[in-house]
């Protein structure tokens, strides 16, 4: 971690001690009671029916929705998940997702009855490197209260995250695309590396049984021969499956760094990196087609990217 | 549509549940959950913070969660719990796809873990606790 980034993540674990001893927000009541016709509203939206719904009570899951701000939230500046995610967006973590709902309900709520609801910052954990950034883990906890009887709670963790692109960008200078590890070409893998150059996903195949086999090697694992040629494949296949690399860094790759091994529709299977891919879109049976990245004028690497129609 | 089945093992299934996603039912349940985030309602301003489409806001699928438990098992327990993990956003046009087992049985209380998939994987892994009522 550099010093800028250790400064920062002590800053951040300040204001998280200083707004988590402020402890609970005054209780903020919600704008209506318990009522039938909100119900029916989520009953018709959600497609929920039991006769306990129009008999007096509300769905448990409906508990944060009596207390929801509205169309025109009015903001309490006391809020801790507002002061705590201003401050990470001020310290560069602009983007936001939610990751985890726990909801406990005491018991269920009556037409009629009122609730309010307090805040506190629950936990807040980080810096994290995570699929779609560094970022930090925001717990809040939330109470509803009928009067002074506790009726539910809520702990609430949203990831509060700098986008991936924003701290690596291409180009970064720390990452210089050259220095990737070279492979090892040898009289068994040179027809390899001479067609990645011109373009050609090559196959090795038997000389004497016409068999496919990857990687190559010198003798036939079907016939044991040891005359070698090879085929020229189509560069389409799908994903057999994959990893996400995140650590330890890897030499002229940027990390998390995506591997396939492809499923070659000529039968053989191909480890490589995808591209075009992130963690959310990348899944085991994808077609894919193969790419080329001209490292420099030794070596071409194939790359797989998604299939385009 | 109310059925009351029991739960009475642990790892008996309950029967998958396919809902497909629309726009309209994206926009109805964030109304009905009184969530007015863009996002929720309003694809230009979704695409143009980066996501595909608009998508289903977290009351939502709290609710959805919550649905397919008491589609199943009617009025013979309550919820006490619902805690959910999320995952992939759910899109208008991708279909939810609901699926439970029992994780655990303590006397009255019941476990049960949910998962709701869209095509792009897990939208939501929950874990819901039933009290059968007396």
């Given at each position: 971690m550099s010093d800028h980034d250790q400064a920062l993540a002590e800053a951040v674990s300040l204001e998280a001690a200083r707004i988590q001893a402020l402890g609970e927000t005054a209780p903020r009541l919600a704008r209506?009671?318990?009522n039938q016709p909100m119900i029916n509203n989520w009953l018709e939206a959600i497609g929920e029916s039991l006769p306990r719904y129009t008999a007096g009570e509300a769905p448990p899951a409906m508990a944060q929705v009596w207390t929801m701000g509205g169309l025109h939230p009015q903001r309490d500046p006391n809020d801790p998940l507002h002061s705590m995610m201003q401050f990470l967006t001020d310290a560069g973590y602009t983007a936001v997702l939610g990751t985890n709902c726990e909801q406990t309900y005491h018991r269920y709520l009556r037409v009629g009855e009122r609730v309010s609801v307090t805040t506190t910052l629950d936990a807040v954990v980080g810096p994290k490197q995570t699929g779609v950034g560094v970022g930090y883990f925001v717990t809040t906890k939330s109470t509803w209260r009928v009067g002074e009887e506790e009726v539910a709670t809520m702990l609430f963790r949203v990831l509060k995250y700098r986008p991936k692109g924003a701290d690596s960008a291409p180009g970064d200078p720390a990452v210089d695309p050259t220095a990737v590890l070279r492979p090892t070409r040898n009289a068994d893998t040179e027809f390899f590396w001479e067609g990645t150059q011109a373009g050609e996903l090559r196959i090795q195949s038997c000389a004497d049984c016409g068999a496919l086999r990857h990687p190559p090697g010198p003798a036939c694992p079907q016939c044991g021969a040891l005359s070698r040629t090879h085929v020229v494949a189509a560069g389409t296949g799908t994903l057999f499956s994959y990893v996400i690399h995140r650590h330890p860094p890897v030499p002229g790759k940027t990390l998390p760094l995506l591997l396939g091994l492809v499923e070659l529709d000529e039968g053989v299977r191909m480890v490589a990196e995808l591209r075009g891919l992130d963690e959310e879109a990348v899944r085991i049976d994808l077609p894919v087609q193969v790419a080329w990245q001209r490292i420099d004028d030794d070596l071409t690497l194939p790359v797989f990217e998604p299939r385009t129609p | 549509m109310t059925s009351t089945s029991t739960l009475s093992l642990v790892g008996q299934e309950l029967p998958a549940w396919e809902l497909p996603i629309t726009p309209t039912l994206v926009v109805s349940t964030a109304i009905a959950t009184r969530d007015?985030?863009?996002?929720h309602h309003d694809r230009d301003l979704a695409q143009s913070y980066g996501s595909q489409d608009i998508f289903l806001n977290i009351l939502t699928t709290t609710g959805l969660v919550e649905r397919y438990l008491t589609d199943y098992v009617g009025e013979a327990y309550d919820v006490g719990s619902i805690n959910v993990r999320l995952g992939a956003p759910a899109y208008p046009y991708d279909t939810l796809v609901f699926t439970g087992e029992v994780s655990a049985i303590d006397g009255d209380e019941v476990h049960v873990s949910v998962v709701g998939a869209v095509s792009l994987g897990a939208h939501v892994t929950a874990l819901v606790l039933l009290r059968r009522r007396r």
């Open positions: 209506d009671p318990i | 007015f985030q863009d996002v």
